[in-house]
């Protein structure tokens, strides 16, 4: 057996009240041509029968905890992959079904040789064969994206989504968990900028592809929010918190932050009018609200290691 099949690989998998989702999602991991050495499912006191179905599967680890979101529920997972000696993590949504082969290229590309390899993303895609928006990782510069395309080389990527990534024991053993007080939305840009900020590297596996089976593949999710809903303070709270790594990450000037912020506010309301063809005023106002918790929002205060 080689040293590399000797490394210990597990998945992590977080799900709330999504059981059928959840049940393709372990199909396509037990068919992987490279197998796992083990499945951990947080399950975020799901109410739907997942539970029972977790209890009726011998061959899953099954944590259930309150609902502390996917950020809660990642930082579980990888808390205990890491505890119990993983080389490798594996991250998933509920909602993503994996290639069979989407493991297996992760330890045939170039980059998991790499010494401060931190993560590896799959190419994610939407249902309909379209790329899957909101796993679109955060890029560098058009000049390295094209000198990879160019070269067939895979893609350095500033961060990745909790979608389908795979994490290096070494990456986390320096930056630690996910942040628990960002509940949802984020939480896997901030991780893994704090990865690349830690002096690792990301890249995008092309022929790592994952399907994203979630409602709709929209570019702007934030024009369909409810304002009453908390899911909308969550994503644009966060989102410009990680606005402000990025610039960060970047070393630009920090007039640009508040630029890049007041951009994101403008797409914002800009979008949510061209679809509702009205100006709320409502909305307007909770969304700069929202904009501004996010300018002041601080969770790496207190990371919870």
């Given at each position: 057996m ?24 372990i199909?396509?991991?037990?068919e992987q ?7 951990i ?6 109410a ?5 179905w977790?209890?009726s ?16 529920g990642?930082?579980?997972g ?18 993503v079904v ?8 992760f330890?045939?590309s ?13 190419t994610?895609?939407y249902?309909?064969g379209?790329?899957?928006y ?14 990879c ?10 961060s ?5 990534v ?15 007080d ?17 002096g ?7 022929n790592?592809s ?8 929209l ?24 606005i402000k790594?990025?610039?960060?990450i970047?070393r ?10 007041g ?5 914002i309301?800009?979008?949510r009018?061209?679809?509702?063809n ?15 918790e ?7 205060s207190?990371?919870?290691?």
């Amino acid at each position: 057996m080689t040293v590399e099949n000797m490394q210990k690989i597990t998945a992590v998998v977080v799900t709330y009240n999504r059981l059928e989702l959840l049940k393709k999602c372990i199909q396509s991991l037990r068919e992987q041509t490279r197998k796992l050495n083990e499945i951990i499912v947080v399950n975020n006191s799901s109410a739907d029968g997942t539970l029972d179905w977790l209890n009726s599967q011998d061959d899953l680890t099954v944590i259930t905890q309150e609902n502390s979101g996917s950020a809660g529920g990642q930082y579980t997972g990888i808390k205990t992959a890491y505890e119990k000696g993983y080389d490798w993590i594996w991250c998933l949504d509920t909602d993503v079904v994996v290639d069979k082969k989407a493991l297996q290229n992760f330890f045939l590309s170039e980059g998991i040789n790499k010494d401060n390899i931190g993560f590896l993303s799959s190419t994610i895609f939407y249902k309909d064969g379209s790329l899957a928006y909101i796993n679109i990782p955060y890029l560098e510069n058009d000049e390295k994206i094209v000198r990879c395309y160019s070269k067939k080389e895979e893609l350095p990527i500033l961060s990745a989504s909790f979608g389908s990534v795979l994490f290096s024991k070494n990456a986390i053993k320096k930056v630690g968990f996910p942040i628990q007080d960002f509940f949802l939305w984020g939480d896997d840009v901030e991780y893994t900028f704090r990865m690349i900020e830690n002096g690792f590297c990301g890249f995008l596996v092309y022929n790592s592809s994952a399907i994203h089976h979630q409602d709709e593949n929209l570019r702007d999710p934030f024009s369909i929010m409810d304002y009453s809903d908390m899911k909308m303070k969550f994503a644009i709270r966060n989102t410009v918190h990680n606005i402000k790594l990025r610039n960060n990450i970047l070393r630009r000037p920090r007039v640009f932050k508040v630029i890049s912020v007041g951009a994101f506010l403008v797409d914002i309301i800009k979008n949510r009018y061209r679809k509702k063809n009205k100006i709320e005023l409502r909305y307007i106002f909770y969304t700069i609200k929202f904009v501004l918790e996010g300018m002041i929002f601080n969770p790496r205060s207190k990371i919870n290691n």
